[in-house]
């Protein structure tokens, strides 16, 4: 596994890569590396020839520099994984190589800054829009692979490729889950183990709020559960939880069983923010 810190030490393998016609597959990630990450890796080399693992902290992408500032890094037992997988490269920036200067440009992704991750966390998907824009020009991928637990991240990337034609095709892997069903997430890390119990709650009411559809009870009346199970956890408080469309991120008012629709929560345990969601008609 070769370890490469700028562009221009990728840059000649990917001219070697170029002469022998072989695909790059990337897999960018901030590390703290679960086996959700293990899981992209996995899908990127069964569907590419070369594997690329990005590991880059992005401090443009956090909203909250306390946030930043304890984002958890493991990152020789991240290599060590990685090497256990067969990875042909770990791409591992130093900040001052990714922004020798503040960026000057920011991306507006329009209606979904104003949903969801893009109304809480102001600046954020500014802050992913510009790495993964870097990452995509540095190592060139002809597939880049991401997590479905990100699914606004997903809608923004999309849109990111869309919009500016970039070359490169996206894998979307589905959501990597604990035994108890806690989705996989660098942040559980550094959950306290009261924390973690109560954590449940997350995948908790989406599975509860999507039996309660598909048993026609009404959106709101299923919110109000919702809010009553977070009342009864110490730890835990609810930021959102919405009914949307999982691809233009439109919030529902009621839920229609003819629509695409997916729930989406955000909640604290303590000072840690997770996320989750949950496809209810795919
Ligand atoms: O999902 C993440 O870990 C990050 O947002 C990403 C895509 C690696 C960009 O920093």
Redesign the pocket.
């Given at each position: 596994m070769h370890i490469v810190y700028t562009g221009a030490d990728w840059q000649k393998y990917w001219l070697n890569s170029l002469k022998s016609d072989k695909t790059i597959g990337l897999v960018?990630?901030?590390g703290a590396l679960h086996e959700g990450h293990l899981d992209l890796v996995r899908k990127a080399k069964s569907e590419t020839d070369i594997v690329v693992v990005?590991i880059?902290v992005?401090p443009t992408?956090f909203n909250n520099q306390e946030d930043y500032d304890n984002y958890p890094t493991t990152i020789n037992e991240d290599l060590d994984k990685l090497r256990k997988e067969n990875v042909d490269f770990v791409f591992l920036p130093k900040t001052e190589t990714i922004y020798p200067e503040k960026p000057e440009l920011s991306i507006n992704f329009g209606d979904l800054e104003n949903v969801l991750e893009g109304a809480f966390r102001p600046g954020h998907f500014n802050g992913?829009g510009i790495?993964?824009s870097k990452l995509f020009n540095i190592i060139r991928p002809h597939k880049a692979f991401?997590?479905q637990k990100?699914l606004q991240?997903t809608g923004i990337i999309k849109r990111l490729v869309k919009d500016l034609s970039m070359d490169v095709q996206l894998v979307i892997v589905p959501t990597k889950r604990e035994n108890d069903g806690l989705a996989m997430s660098s942040r559980n890390l550094r959950l306290s183990s009261e924390e973690r119990k109560q954590a449940l709650i997350l995948i908790n009411s989406l599975e509860k709020a999507k039996q309660e559809l598909l048993a026609s009870k009404p959106w709101f009346e299923v919110q109000n559960h919702i809010n009553h199970d977070f009342e009864e956890m110490p730890l835990a408080s609810l930021e959102y939880f919405e009914l949307i469309h999982p691809e233009s991120f439109t919030r529902y008012s009621a839920f229609d069983a003819k629509q695409k629709s997916s729930i989406c929560i955000a909640a604290y345990l303590g000072k840690i923010r997770l996320i989750d969601n949950l496809p209810i008609i795919p």
């Amino acid at each position: 596994m070769h370890i490469v810190y700028t562009g221009a030490d990728w840059q000649k393998y990917w001219l070697n890569s170029l002469k022998s016609d072989k695909t790059i597959g990337l897999v960018p990630t901030m590390g703290a590396l679960h086996e959700g990450h293990l899981d992209l890796v996995r899908k990127a080399k069964s569907e590419t020839d070369i594997v690329v693992v990005s590991i880059f902290v992005n401090p443009t992408q956090f909203n909250n520099q306390e946030d930043y500032d304890n984002y958890p890094t493991t990152i020789n037992e991240d290599l060590d994984k990685l090497r256990k997988e067969n990875v042909d490269f770990v791409f591992l920036p130093k900040t001052e190589t990714i922004y020798p200067e503040k960026p000057e440009l920011s991306i507006n992704f329009g209606d979904l800054e104003n949903v969801l991750e893009g109304a809480f966390r102001p600046g954020h998907f500014n802050g992913v829009g510009i790495i993964v824009s870097k990452l995509f020009n540095i190592i060139r991928p002809h597939k880049a692979f991401f997590g479905q637990k990100d699914l606004q991240q997903t809608g923004i990337i999309k849109r990111l490729v869309k919009d500016l034609s970039m070359d490169v095709q996206l894998v979307i892997v589905p959501t990597k889950r604990e035994n108890d069903g806690l989705a996989m997430s660098s942040r559980n890390l550094r959950l306290s183990s009261e924390e973690r119990k109560q954590a449940l709650i997350l995948i908790n009411s989406l599975e509860k709020a999507k039996q309660e559809l598909l048993a026609s009870k009404p959106w709101f009346e299923v919110q109000n559960h919702i809010n009553h199970d977070f009342e009864e956890m110490p730890l835990a408080s609810l930021e959102y939880f919405e009914l949307i469309h999982p691809e233009s991120f439109t919030r529902y008012s009621a839920f229609d069983a003819k629509q695409k629709s997916s729930i989406c929560i955000a909640a604290y345990l303590g000072k840690i923010r997770l996320i989750d969601n949950l496809p209810i008609i795919p």
